[in-house]
């Protein structure tokens, strides 16, 4: 019983406090002065995307060319070399008693040589020497002075000197021979000694170091990894169905999220011509500008053009609106506002593409459709169809 008599004295008391209004009537609302624009078609260009990853047109590992223990590594990661800067040293002890060892045995040659050349001069002067005495006993045959037995001795001893000779010419051009080998060995032995210094081949910065003092250094391995900062690109895995139509020099829209997101002038620099059988892609290769922070590694996009466009309903973008949390579009119909729940799809120079939602002749609302209500009058004070 208490609980009734307290419903009724709440209802008395409302009612002496006065009636609830009823909602305003849209209908009887003052005209809204707006402008609108018609729904158009339109075709937006179709774009693909690729991911990928940054890195130098030009990458130097360096490794060394023969087998040796490290003895000093000269640079770290991130720091600017310049071509035939000394980079890494390697133990060089072997290497230099090698290049002893090849200059004595260049010396034993040229002594040899010159031992050579002096058994000439002699087996010369003593052809000569025969060569007279030969002269003297022929001429004194002749006169019949001294028997024939006589003179067949000094053309023996003058014909054993011919080949005395011949055999230190012989003697000579061998000693040259080894000489030659022993010139080359040196050199030989100069040129692995060069090794144990590696030198930077290219100027950029250092993009890893892979060795530290004290490692076995061996052909193949490297020891650091330069990279040109001069010229990077973004090398990207392309879907086969992308790829078509794409050619060399081609530009496109590079967008690397590590600088900013912002969007950069691209140009395709190469196109590998196999795709991978794994993946379905092909590997585009674009040359990326000049910009402050670029590395190797970053991760990056491309926008590719597609074949084939996209024909679709576009409203301006100032037509979308959000009301009541739902996105929609305002049309002025036969003098009133009238909202349109619609599903939009890509922005392209200023529109937005309708999906679904419009029929395609409506004009939608594009200025003063701020505080408009379902059914609203409305004074169309300018039309115009969408760009």
Known sequence: MRVWLGMLAAVVLVAGCGRVQPLENPTELPPAQVQVAKVSTIAIPSTAEATGTV????????????????????VREGDRVH????????????????VAQAEAALAQAEAARSQAEANLVSAKAHQRTVKTDYDRAKALYEQEVIPKQQLDHAK???????????????????????????????????????????????SGIVAQRLADPGDLASPGMPLLVVDDDS?????????????????????????????????????????????????????????????????????????????????????????????????????ARDG????????????????????????????VIVSGQSGLREGQPVTVQGEGAAK
């Open 336 to 363: 009133r506002a009238s909202l349109r729940v619609v599903r939009t799809g890509k922005r392209f120079q200023g529109l937005v593409a309708i999906l679904s939602g419009l029929n395609g002749d409506e004009s």
């Open 55 to 74: 890195e130098a047109i030009y990458r130097a590992e360096i490794a060394p060319k023969i087998m040796a223990r490290v003895e000093q590594v000269n």
């Open 156 to 202: 023996l001893a003058l014909v054993s000197s011919r080949e005395g000779v011949e055999q230190a010419k012989a003697q000579v051009e061998r000693t040259n021979g080894a000489i030659e080998q022993a010139e080359a060995a040196v050199r030989s032995a100069k040129v692995m000694l060069s090794y144990a210094v590696v030198k930077a081949p290219i």
């Open 231 to 331: 010229r990077y690109r973004l090398a990207c895995a392309v879907p086969e169905s992308d790829a078509v139509g794409l050619k060399k020099g081609m530009e496109v829209t590079a967008v690397l999220d590590a600088l900013g997101g912002d969007a950069l002038p691209a140009r395709i620099a190469e196109i590998v011509p196999a795709a991978d059988p794994a993946s379905r892609t092909v590997t585009v290769k674009c040359d990326l500008p000049r910009r402050e922070g670029l590395k190797s590694g970053m991760f990056g996009r491309i926008q590719l053009p597609s074949v084939k466009g996209e024909t679709t309903m576009a409203v301006p973008e100032e037509a979308v609106v959000i009301h009541e949390g739902v996105t929609g579009v305002w049309v």
């Open 83 to 98: 071509r035939g800067q000394l980079l890494v040293r390697l133990d060089d002890a072997d290497l230099k008693a090698g």
